[in-house]
T-cell receptor
Framework: SAVISQKPSRDICQRGTSLTIQCQVD?????MFWYRQQPGQSLTLIAT?????????ESGFVIDKFPISRPNLTFSTLTVSNMSPEDSSIYLC?????????????FGSGTRLTVV | GNSVTQMEGPVTLSEEAFLTINCTYT??????LFWYVQYPGEGLQLLLK?????DKGSNKGFEATYRKETTSFHLEKGSVQVSDSAVYFC????????????FGTGTQLKVEL
């Protein structure tokens, strides 16, 4: 399965600022997924990032708040903009296993964000 | 739409006890089913998966059988250890590749000596 490097692993940020999270995969993948895990809750998909096109956002998430870049098939960034304490969460990137989705999905180790 | 329902936690067991974490799903097609585990302070790891009805996924002593008739994928382990303490997530994705995962709410397992 793919290996994903995600950074930063954690950060404490002031409200009103922005944080960019990077996700590097060791192989080329078509789709990359960004999830949010709020404290004590399950994972919620923010958006799907395709190389060469705009990201597809899930209901409740907008590009102005969570801009995503996907410059090539091994890299993506998620920015959390104009942060508030409600954005304190773990953010994870994920890719589909090599082959088909039935192989399972690999996750980065996550970015634990605290907004103060 | 697609959804996953898990039993609520936390589940607290003594070491060597039998574990069952219930998971049922609703899907518009024929999903693949997964169990992910999140150990304290770590990211998600795939524990096991099943891609079609009656398949049994297994790993590290954990098992789950894809039951189409009951739309279930319950996680079981015959004898839990303290090191199994973690949050367990049931998830599904529709076959065909490139589809997102839909997660259950997660079940926290605490195993005590």
């Amino acid at each position: 399965s793919a290996v994903i490097s995600q950074k930063p692993s954690r950060d404490i940020c002031q409200r009103g600022t922005s944080l960019t999270i990077q996700c590097q995969v060791d192989s080329q993948v078509t789709m990359m997924f960004w999830y949010r895990q709020q404290p004590g809750q399950s994972l919620t998909l923010i958006a799907t990032a395709n190389q060469g096109s705009e990201a597809t956002y899930e209901s409740g998430f907008v590009i102005d708040k969570f801009p995503i870049s996907r410059p090539n098939l091994t890299f993506s960034t998620l920015t959390v903009s104009n942060m508030s304490p409600e954005d304190s969460s773990i953010y994870l990137c994920s890719v589909e296993g090599l082959g088909t989705g039935s192989d399972g999905y690999t996750f980065g180790s996550g970015t634990r964000l605290t907004v103060v | 739409g697609n959804s996953v329902t898990q039993m609520e936690g936390p589940v607290t067991l003594s070491e060597e006890a039998f574990l069952t974490i219930n998971c049922t799903y609703t899907a518009t097609g024929y999903p693949s089913l997964f169990w992910y585990v999140q150990y304290p302070g770590e990211g998600l790891q795939l524990l096991l998966k099943a891609t079609k009805a009656d398949d049994k996924g297994s790993n590290k002593g954990f098992e789950a059988t894809y039951r189409k008739e009951t739309t279930s994928f319950h996680l079981e382990k015959g004898s839990v250890q303290v090191s199994d303490s973690a949050v367990y997530f049931c998830a599904l994705s529709l076959t065909g590749g490139g589809n997102k995962l839909t997660f259950g709410t997660g079940t926290q397992l605490k195993v005590e000596l």
